[in-house]
C-alpha cells in the first residue's frame, strides 16, 4: 500500500517535532507498505528546519520519503505561522495533479493540526481515486478560540471552521487523537460510523538505544543526586499551556524547604519569563533541551516527573500529550496536575493526580510522595510502564491504523 502523509509540521528525532507521522511511517515500511510525507520545509516546532531553493524537493529519511514545500520563514504564533500555512495549502493543492500522478498514493492522511490540509487531501485523492482520512490533533478552530482568545467571526477562524465541517463530510474516516472528540465532531457533520480514536504513543526500541545527556547537566544532577535531593523533573515544551508558572510557585511554598529542587528541561516562548519569574529561588534549575534521544537519559536521574494543565474547557474533549509516554517509560511517579475529559495517569495508577492551576496541591502531593514507601513509587512507575507498552505503542497504534485504512471501501 502506498501511503501519503500530509503534515505541516513533519519531524523526526533528528529535526524535531512532530513525530508521529515519522514514528507511525516507520511502522508501516517495515510491514511493507510505501509512505510519503509532504511537509512544510518550515516549522517553528523543530529544532532543525529544511531549507531548500525549489519547492516539492524529495529527500529520504530511514526509507521514509519527505516532500518538502518551500514556505516563508517565520517565529511562533504570529500572522507570519498563518502566511506560512497558506502559502503550504495553496503551493500543494496546486501541485496536487502532479504529486497524485508521481507518488500514486493509495490512502491520504491529512494530519496538519489545522485543517485547511483536506483540501489538498481531498483533490489528491479525487485524483488517484484513493481513501481519505482526516487526522485530529486539536480541534480546530476551537483550539485558537479557547486558547488563544480568536474571536468566533475572525476571519481566520471562519476560513478553519469551513475546513473542519469539509473535513467531517467528505473523509473516508476520521481518527482522533482525543478520546472524547465524538459529539463535537457529529455536531459539525461527521457520520460518527466513520469516527476512530487512536491516540499518541511511542516508539520503545528507542528506549534501548538512548543518548547520554550533555555533561553540563549531568554534572548539575549528580550534584544535586550527591545532596540527596528529591528531584522534581519537567522535560518538554516552556509554553504557556504548559502551566509551568503554577510550579514555579510551588517552589516558591518550598523555598525553605531543603528536600526539593525542581529542574526544568527544555525550551520554549516563555521560558525568560519563567526564568524571570524565579530568580529569587534557589530550588529550581533551568537547563537547555537535549534531544529526543537522550530523553531516557535525562528521566533517568528524576525522582518525580510533573505534567500539567491550565483550566480550559478545550480539555473536555480529553488529552494525549507525548511527553506523558516518556514518563511512563522512564517508570517514574508522574505528578498530573489535570482537569480533562480523560486521566491517563489516573487509568495507569501511575502517579497522584491533581486538580491544575493550584501550588498548594502540588505541595501536598510533594509530601505524600515523599512520604510514600519506595516500594509503592516503584510499583506507580512499572504501572506506568506496563500501561504504555499495551496501550501506546506505535507498533500497535500504526496497526490500528492500517486495519482502518483496509475497513475503507475503495473509492470508485
Known sequence: MKILIISHYAGSPKLGMAYRPY?????????????????????????????????????????????????????????????????????????????????????????????????????????????????????????????????????????????????????????????????????????????????????????????????????????????KKIIVGYAGGHAISNSLDTLINAAYLLKDNNFFTFVLVGKGSEKEKLIKQSKDLKNIIFLDAVSKNSIPDLLSYMDILFIGWNKSPLYRFGVSPNKIFDYMMAKKPILHAVDAGNDIVKDAKAGISIKPESPQEIVKALFKFKEMDEKEKRQMGINGFNYVIKYHDYKVLAEEFINIINSIPQPK
Not at 511493507?32 to 532543525?48: F, M, P, Q, T
Not at 489545522?114 to 489528491?124: E, F, V
Not at 457533520?189 to 547537566?217: F, V
Open 23 to 227: 514514528y507511525l511511517a516507520k511502522e508501516w515500511i517495515k510491514a511493507g507498505h510505501e509512505v510519503c510525507i509532504l511537509a512544510a520545509d518550515n516549522s517553528h516546532l523543530r529544532n532543525k528546519n529544511i531549507y531548500f531553493q525549489k519547492d516539492f524537493h524529495e529527500q529520504e529519511f530511514e526509507k521514509i520519503k519527505y516532500i518538502w514545500v518551500k514556505t516563508p520563514k517565520y517565529k511562533g504564533n504570529n500572522i507570519g505561522r498563518i502566511f506560512n500555512i497558506l502559502v503550504f495549502v495553496i503551493k500543494s493543492v496546486l501541485k496536487a495533479k502532479f504529486l497524485s500522478q508521481k507518488y500514486k498514493p493509495d490512502v491520504v492522511i491529512a494530519s496538519s493540526t489545522y485543517p485547511l490540509d483536506n483540501y489538498i487531501a481531498y483533490k489528491i485523492c479525487k485524483i488517484s481515486k484513493a481513501k481519505y482520512i482526516f487526522e485530529v490533533h486539536d480541534l480546530w478552530p476551537l483550539s485558537p478560540i479557547e486558547l488563544g482568545g480568536f474571536p468566533k467571526y475572525h476571519p481566520f477562524i471562519i476560513v478553519m471552521q469551513k475546513a473542519e465541517d469539509f473535513a467531517y463530510k467528505n473523509a473516508d474516516s476520521v481518527v482522533s487523537m482525543l478520546p472524547k472528540t465524538k459529539e463535537h465532531m457529529k455536531e459539525h457533520g461527521l457520520d460518527l460510523s466513520k469516527w476512530h480514536h487512536i491516540p499518541n504513543g511511542i516508539l520503545t526500541e528507542e528506549w534501548g538505544n538512548s543518548e547520554k545527556i550533555p555533561n553540563s547537566h549531568k554534572q548539575i544532577l549528580d550534584k544535586l543526586k550527591k545532596e
